[in-house]
């Protein structure tokens, strides 16, 4: 029988060759300027026609040097083109309060049921976020749902009202040298938020928000963060998983050689009491800290309202590697392992942690409950794993 990994190398090599000769040709160009984009419908009807077309390879152009006041935007497919390109070098920039027509909405610009697109550009994305009220529900920057295949390369997003990336219900997609910002204070800003998703690679970007740099929720595996620059913010987060008793799976997520600077957390797991489910098979590997509130953070109780559900269930956690951790810990507890009394965690891994005070005169130490698995070679020592 013939080596099924070679054969599969074979069949990607074959594919990238097809796709660059695809890429390689001429495509056909729908440039916003061309529907008279003032952002009253221009967006929408380039689209339509681009989604249309005949031709195998098309691009929207928003072109640079030009600045677009763009009301909510639906990029909606199937599309008959098999490669989808929206090349942002102008400037987007949202309403600065919901009118009568997206009182509530949701979402700004979305990308829904699209496959083989690209999203790109030098230009920026300016969500005006300090401008909407805080009564009001305010929307997501950027939203791709039911999406294959997809790449999303060099974008810059300010001031998002809420998440600044929303990735869900997608399969294959590829992130590189994005940035991300909004001021510390802004409320409910991730900078990208995953769920029901699989196949996901984070690259070489920079977030800078003041929530979580990457959620990952429910429905998510095979995760994949490296060379993320991380703060201020509030870390990289798997969950919250469990929510109203609901049953979350996460797994296979791997996080490696990333730096966080003046974050509340570094790498956390939280999951709410009463929900089932599982987050396993879960690395953070190689991480850099400076002046970080909290550095390893698994907590079972999350609950951010005054009123709590008891716990009677929770989202398992196992298999989690916590290796190669250097830096300093705002917070003398560096280390919370904080683990569910029925459920508890388990394979629990710290090695090659190293976490001293950001303040010379004061001494870091780690808490944990019902956490069981080792630890070598970690400072500060976890009192419930073998040393």
Not at 298 to 324: L, N, W
């Amino acid at each position: 029988m013939p080596n099924l990994v070679a054969m599969l190398e074979i069949l990607v090599a074959f594919s990238i060759l097809c796709v660059a000769a695809v890429r390689s040709s001429d495509p056909q160009l729908f440039n916003v300027l061309s529907y008279g984009a003032i952002g009253d419908g221009a967006f929408g009807k380039a689209w339509d026609d681009l989604c249309g077309s005949t031709s195998n390879y098309v691009v929207l152009q928003i072109p640079n040097g030009k600045s677009f006041f763009l009301e909510p935007v639906n990029f909606k497919g199937p599309c008959k083109p098999s490669h989808l390109q929206v090349q942002i070098d102008g400037n987007l920039t949202a309403p600065t309060k919901p009118g009568d027509d997206n009182e509530g909405i949701q979402n700004w610009i979305q990308f829904v049921s699209l496959e083989g697109l690209v999203v790109n550009g030098s230009g920026s994305i300016n969500g005006q976020g300090f401008a909407w009220p805080p009564h009001c529900k305010r929307p997501t920057a950027l939203v791709f749902h039911n999406c294959n295949n997809l790449q999303i390369l060099g974008l810059q997003s300010f001031n998002s009202p809420r998440n600044h990336i929303s990735i869900s219900s997608c399969n294959y997609v590829r992130l590189s040298n994005v940035y991300l910002s909004a001021p510390e204070t802004s409320p409910n800003t991730d900078g990208i938020d995953i769920s029901e998703s699989t196949n996901i690679r984070i690259q070489e970007s920079v977030i800078s928000t003041g929530d979580d740099c990457v959620a990952i929720n429910s429905g998510s595996s095979n995760i994949n963060i490296i060379r993320i620059t991380c703060g201020p913010g509030h870390g990289i987060s798997i969950g919250s998983l469990g929510h109203h008793e609901s049953y979350a799976t996460v797994e296979d997520v791997h996080v490696s050689s990333c730096t966080f600077i003046g974050t509340q957390n570094g790498a956390r797991i939280k999951t709410w009491q009463g929900g089932s489910g599982y987050a396993r098979n879960i690395t953070f590997k190689d991480i850099i800290l400076e002046s970080v509130n909290r550095s390893i953070i698994i907590d079972q109780f999350y609950c951010p309202h005054k009123t709590c559900p008891s716990e009677r269930m929770a989202v398992k956690i196992s298999s989690v590697r916590f290796a190669g951790f250097y830096g300093t810990s705002l917070d003398r507890r560096a280390i919370s392992l904080n683990c569910s009394q029925t459920i508890g965690c388990t394979n629990i891994n710290l090695d090659n942690v190293n976490i001293t005070a950001a303040t010379p005169s004061e001494k870091p130490y780690a808490s944990c409950i019902n956490a069981h698995g080792m630890a070598y070679n970690t400072s500060p020592p976890v009192p419930c794993l073998i040393h």
